[in-house]
């Protein structure tokens, strides 16, 4: 099965690009994907600031600055992983260093 691991967070408390390399908790989490095989993509987001949310209500394009929701939590990166279940998936979610002070969420993907 494949899972999009939705990795959530306040952006006014998230790590810059070079405190997660240097963050050894970090790396060691992806290694552990590497070793298992699970990886198959990720990548992390820009702020929320550079988003832009599209809707269209009664044919009208409607496009705004930001995300759609309004929450102190974001979506700050994902990564796709292939493992054999659905627990698999919540083990890999549970290490992500993400998952103690923000939070993961796992989703099953349409194959």
């Known amino acids: ?3 999009a691991l939705l990795i959530c967070d306040d952006e006014s408390v998230s790590p810059s690009n070079e405190e997660l390399a240097a963050d050894p908790v970090h790396q060691a ?9 699970a990886k198959l993509f990720g990548a ?3 702020p929320v600031v550079d ?6 209500r009664d ?10 929701a309004e929450t102190k939590d974001v ?8 493992c054999g279940n659905l627990d698999e998936a919540i083990q890999i979610a549970a290490g992500h260093p993400y998952a103690r002070w923000g939070g993961v969420e796992v989703r099953p ?3």
């Open 109 to 111: 993907l349409w194959e």
């Open 51 to 56: 988003a832009t949310t599209v809707r269209v």
């Open 29 to 37: 989490w992806v290694e552990g994907l590497e070793r298992r095989g």
């Open 59 to 68: 044919g009208e394009t409607l496009v705004s600055d930001g995300p759609f």
């Open 75 to 82: 979506v700050g990166g994902f990564v796709i992983v292939e």
């Open 44 to 46: 992390r987001l820009r």
């Open 1 to 3: 099965m494949k899972y």
